[in-house]
């Protein structure tokens, strides 16, 4: 009778675990991510389990700002790993280490472990009436180690890695959550400038008077089937800041570093079009003008000691899989920025994303979002010494996440 009894007992006990586990994470997950609360407030950022993606991903050598050359790999992406400071974990910063490999073989080409820093979260809707999809996006830096396994060519393998031994990536990823099925996926986009950029005078690893690859430039885009190459297409970012907010890490206060969002309003005011690689290039760069004001009195201005720029890189244009028909942006340059909550004023490096176009998306009160999300951040190596880490892994301070119509 006891056996018979205990064991209808471990039944109930095991279908309400097995409820709980198939049942609970696709509701749980999807959610705002805890960053919305008053001025300089400390914050905690609500980021879910992100397992492994392989998929695959384009190697892009720009040359003089047109395509010189445009290899289909694949790509592992690892689970994002927390990092710990101060005796526990950080608030919104992760490792990530990104595996690229030919399709079908095991031996890698690249391999990056990088760091990657969550900036914001909202829904998109793939098709309409359908369950939503949430979006994770963090902007990523860090060193490539280019194994034997790459060609010795100019495109392939760019020229700094002889001095270095390793190549910088800067860039975003953006992680996808389908609310219903509780499934992963992810779309990237990760840039190393020519010379003139990220081997400049002055930078972590300059480049000597004969240069490493001044004329060329190198992204990693994935996924890569649905991405089409155009460095010269009309698509810019220009227009008011309509949504979105600036935000701060306080490491004087590790691991608690996040701050909580600034609601912000300003302008993007796109210039005259250029190859700054080469004079004589495609217009592949936009010289731009950054001007916001957040609500706790930060605020971004152009810089008296150098520009802001877009960089057009291409498309995703494929709408049955993410992110959708998109256009991808690389964004990098100098702003003067004012912290509110401190009163420091500071000339910052920024590098970052803009995504133009995609699924329509909202944020969780659901109000439409502006379809032009532009993400950066300050890299630095100290809030009191905010000299930047230009071609080499950094510290982010400051975050911009705007959205224009």
Same mark, same amino acid.
């Given at each position: 009778?006891?056996?018979?009894?205990?064991?209808?007992?471990?039944?109930?006990?095991?279908?309400?675990?097995?409820?709980?586990?198939?049942?609970?994470?696709?509701?749980?997950?999807?959610?705002?991510?805890?960053?919305?609360?008053?001025?300089?407030?400390?914050?905690?950022?609500?980021?879910?389990?992100?397992?492994?993606?392989?998929?695959?991903?384009?190697?892009?050598?720009?040359?003089?700002?047109?395509?010189?050359?445009?290899?289909?790999?694949?790509?592992?992406?690892?689970?994002?790993?927390?990092?710990?400071?101060?005796?526990?974990?950080?608030?919104?910063?992760?490792?990530?280490?990104?595996?690229?490999?030919?399709?079908?073989?095991?031996?890698?080409?690249?391999?990056?472990?990088?760091?990657?820093?969550?900036?914001?979260?909202?829904?998109?809707?793939?098709?309409?009436?359908?369950?939503?999809?949430?979006?994770?996006?963090?902007?990523?830096?860090?060193?490539?180690?280019?194994?034997?396994?790459?060609?010795?060519?100019?495109?392939?393998?760019?020229?700094?890695?002889?001095?270095?031994?390793?190549?910088?990536?800067?860039?975003?990823?953006?992680?996808?959550?389908?609310?219903?099925?509780?499934?992963?996926?992810?779309?990237?986009?990760?840039?190393?400038?020519?010379?003139?950029?990220?081997?400049?005078?002055?930078?972590?690893?300059?480049?000597?008077?004969?240069?490493?690859?001044?004329?060329?430039?190198?992204?990693?885009?994935?996924?890569?089937?649905?991405?089409?190459?155009?460095?010269?297409?009309?698509?810019?970012?220009?227009?008011?800041?309509?949504?979105?907010?600036?935000?701060?890490?306080?490491?004087?206060?590790?691991?608690?570093?996040?701050?909580?969002?600034?609601?912000?309003?300003?302008?993007?005011?796109?210039?005259?079009?250029?190859?700054?690689?080469?004079?004589?290039?495609?217009?592949?760069?936009?010289?731009?003008?950054?001007?916001?004001?957040?609500?706790?009195?930060?605020?971004?201005?152009?810089?008296?000691?150098?520009?802001?720029?877009?960089?057009?890189?291409?498309?995703?244009?494929?709408?049955?899989?993410?992110?959708?028909?998109?256009?991808?942006?690389?964004?990098?340059?100098?702003?003067?920025?004012?912290? %509110?909550?401190?009163?420091?004023?500071?000339? !910052?490096?920024? @590098?970052?994303?803009? =995504?133009?176009?995609?699924? /329509? &998306? $909202?944020?969780?009160? %659901?109000?439409?979002?502006?379809?032009?999300? !532009?993400?950066? @951040?300050?890299?630095? =190596?100290?809030?009191?010494? /905010? &000299? $930047?880490?230009?071609?080499?892994?950094?510290?982010?301070?400051?975050?911009?996440?705007?959205?224009?119509?």
């Amino acid at each position: 009778m006891f056996a018979r009894t205990f064991s209808k007992w471990c039944s109930a006990i095991a279908l309400t675990l097995a409820c709980a586990l198939t049942s609970s994470p696709s509701r749980a997950q999807c959610g705002p991510d805890g960053l919305d609360g008053p001025c300089c407030g400390v914050a905690n950022a609500n980021i879910p389990f992100i397992p492994s993606i392989t998929q695959d991903m384009r190697w892009i050598c720009f040359d003089q700002c047109l395509p010189a050359l445009n290899n289909l790999y694949c790509v592992k992406i690892g689970s994002p790993i927390p990092k710990s400071m101060g005796g526990g974990q950080l608030c919104g910063v992760y490792s990530i280490r990104f595996t690229v490999t030919n399709c079908g073989a095991v031996a890698s080409l690249y391999n990056g472990k990088c760091d990657a820093n969550y900036q914001r979260t909202w829904l998109e809707t793939p098709v309409a009436g359908a369950a939503p999809i949430q979006v994770y996006r963090f902007l990523v830096n860090g060193d490539f180690a280019a194994t034997a396994a790459v060609p010795n060519t100019p495109c392939d393998r760019p020229g700094c890695t002889v001095q270095y031994n390793r190549v910088y990536f800067t860039g975003y990823i953006d992680y996808a959550l389908n609310c219903a099925t509780n499934s992963w996926t992810a779309a990237f986009g990760l840039t190393h400038e020519c010379d003139g950029i990220h081997h400049a005078a002055g930078t972590v690893r300059p480049a000597p008077a004969a240069g490493f690859h001044p004329s060329r430039s190198f992204t990693m885009v994935s996924p890569g089937a649905t991405f089409a190459v155009n460095s010269t297409a009309p698509i810019q970012s220009d227009g008011p800041i309509i949504q979105q907010a600036m935000r701060w890490n306080d490491w004087t206060t590790a691991p608690m570093i996040c701050r909580f969002r600034e609601p912000t309003q300003g302008n993007l005011i796109a210039g005259n079009q250029f190859c700054f690689c080469n004079t004589a290039g495609a217009p592949q760069y936009i010289n731009t003008m950054v001007t916001a004001q957040s609500a706790c009195g930060s605020s971004v201005n152009p810089s008296p000691i150098g520009p802001f720029l877009q960089k057009r890189i291409g498309g995703w244009t494929v709408a049955a899989s993410f992110p959708g028909p998109e256009f991808l942006l690389f964004d990098i340059g100098r702003l003067n920025h004012v912290n %509110g909550c401190t009163g420091v004023n500071s000339q !910052e490096w920024f @590098e970052g994303v803009e =995504t133009i176009g995609g699924y /329509p &998306a $909202t944020d969780f009160a %659901g109000v439409a979002l502006g379809r032009q999300f !532009e993400d950066v @951040e300050s890299c630095n =190596t100290s809030a009191t010494n /905010p &000299a $930047t880490r230009i071609g080499a892994g950094h510290t982010p301070y400051y975050l911009l996440n705007f959205n224009l119509p």
